[in-house]
């Protein structure tokens, strides 16, 4: 019932659009048409649609002139891109340091924002999203909304303001995204083929192929890396600690349909936590407190 209420919002969305009488609305539309395939082109216009609502309701825009300006933008952008945007991408995802253990196959839209790719990343794996994350695409890094209206130097750009369809990706493209500063949980990922892909359009279609690793331990990275690397001397640490075993996932496996039951719920719970956040139940935790420590992070990062 819920679903079928979704779509047909959507429908009655689809109407109002290609019905609009806004000039500059019907001209995007005739564009955004002539760069889609016929027999794409209603899904296509769906997966545009859906887009449009997720930026109002998230932004929690109500000015329908403001609205309109930004649906605009979007058919602008979405035409200049559209021949890209029927594709998908088929991604290996790997944690730093434990490859072999935890590691992800996926397949997701090629249009969406480096925060999207961000949170479907942060969800494979289990992240509860308490703390910052950063994008970093060849020489630009990507900061996540909670940060955006920090002053920054001017090659961190926003990650949901971002498009991954501009960065023209290929296959074996390196991309990371970096969760938690403190603990530095590092997602490496893969391209590993450009795909076109007719149901692939959004990120309700995403899902993982393959994975292995139930998820991260999250604020216990040192001891989840203690664990793989000397089960014995991790036994004893958490002993000599006062810890019980019971406190960390040592019993928990990956399981693919398990996976992807939760993967998109997951996903939209972190996008809005992160791009609508309540200060009151949402405080990022993260061990650098300002720019001068990030900015190392990532120099030395990269010189390694």
């Not at 009488?21 to 027999?39: A, H, T, V």
């Not at 498009?163 to 493209?173: A, E, G, Q, Y």
């Not at 001397?233 to 039951?261: C, V, W």
């Not at 791009?275 to 993260?286: G, L, R, T, V």
Request: hydrophobic share 35%; glycine share 4%; aromatic share 12%.
């Amino acid at each position: 019932m819920f679903l079928q209420n979704i779509n047909d919002c959507i429908q009655r969305c689809k109407e109002e659009l290609l019905n609009s009488d806004n000039p500059q609305i019907k001209q995007q539309l005739r564009n955004l048409k002539k760069s889609i395939p016929s027999e794409d082109w209603d899904d296509f216009l769906n997966a545009t649609v859906n887009q449009l609502m997720g930026v109002v309701l998230i932004g929690g825009l109500d000015d329908e002139e403001v609205i309109e300006e930004g649906t605009v933008e979007i058919l602008k952008q979405t035409a200049h891109s559209a021949k890209e945007a029927t594709k998908s991408l088929t991604i290996r995802v790997e944690l730093e340091d434990l490859e072999d253990e935890y590691y992800r196959i996926m397949e997701v839209p090629y249009l969406m924002t480096f925060a999207d790719l961000a949170y479907i990343v942060m969800a494979a794996f289990r992240c509860e999203g308490y703390h910052l994350y950063s994008v970093k695409y060849k020489n630009q890094t990507f900061m996540c909304p909670a940060t955006e209206d920090d002053d920054y130097e001017e090659d961190i750009l926003s990650a949901s303001d971002s498009i991954i369809i501009d960065s023209n990706l290929r296959k074996n493209s390196k991309i990371e995204v970096l969760y938690d500063f403190g603990d530095c949980f590092n997602f490496k990922i893969t391209v590993l083929s450009v795909n076109k892909n007719k149901n692939i359009y959004l990120m309700d279609n995403a899902h993982i192929l393959e994975g292995k690793g139930y998820g991260i331990w999250e604020d216990d990275h040192e001891f989840m890396n203690l664990y793989y690397d000397n089960p014995d001397g991790f036994f004893e640490s958490i002993e000599d600690q006062g810890f019980e075993e019971d406190m960390f996932p040592l019993d928990e496996e990956f399981d693919l349909a398990e996976g992807n039951d939760v993967l998109l719920t997951d996903y939209r719970i972190l996008k809005e936590a992160y791009e609508s956040p309540d200060d009151d139940d949402f405080d990022y935790d993260d061990e650098f407190d300002d720019h001068e420590d990030f900015y190392s992070f990532i120099d030395n990062d990269e010189e390694e």
